[in-house]
């Protein structure tokens, strides 16, 4: 019983060194990019939302307006593609905030006047696609199997090096109370 254990202390040992060392550098990554989003707010880097005077909604300009907007705004002005990702409103600052799906500007546009307001690079946005490994997608394939493939591999990496690590402190521990036993 005594070799079985001493023998798969070895094995565990190799498998957790190799494995430890291919997955460093994604556990680097992933470490690095959730602290700085986790302080994105305090570094900046995410663009203010540039407050404008609240009016009624009732003198909003529609979402069409905006959409249009946007994307004259970035083909005429910025010379880059046009399709959008997403609008966020913010109400109480009166403003449109409009994402695009191919570069990492955001364009701030007052709801009420249509006036762009602000333009910006997200670079929280590029940290978040790196964090989770949609940066492969963005700049392979625009699907999800990258995203999906990498978080896989490197969750069972974490599961893999979690129980080998456990195995790792507990088998000598195993060993050496195995031999007490057989000393007494």
Do not use: C
Request: charged residues 20%.
């Amino acid at each position: 019983m005594n070799k079985k254990h001493i023998q798969n202390s070895r094995k565990f040992r190799v498998y957790h060194r190799r494995i430890g060392f291919v997955f460093l550098t994604f556990f680097l990554i992933i470490s690095i990019s959730g602290l700085l989003l986790a302080l994105k707010d305090v570094l900046h880097l995410k663009p203010q939302v540039q407050a404008q005077q609240t009016t009624n909604v009732s003198q909003w300009i529609s979402l069409a307006e905006i959409d249009s907007i946007s994307k004259k705004y970035v083909s005429e002005i910025l010379a880059l593609d046009t399709i959008v990702d997403r609008i966020d409103f913010r109400p109480s600052k009166n403003v449109a905030k409009v994402l695009f799906v191919n570069h990492f500007t955001e364009l701030q546009i007052n709801v009420t006047t249509g006036g762009v307001i602000s333009v910006a690079s997200r670079t929280d946005t590029i940290i978040e696609k790196i964090h989770d490994g949609s940066i492969l997608d963005y700049f392979l394939s625009h699907s999800n199997v990258s995203k999906i493939t990498y978080s896989s591999l490197l969750s069972l990496g974490f599961i893999f090096m979690s129980i080998s690590g456990l195995f790792l402190w507990y088998l000598p521990k195993k060993i050496k109370s195995n031999k007490r036993k057989q000393e007494v």
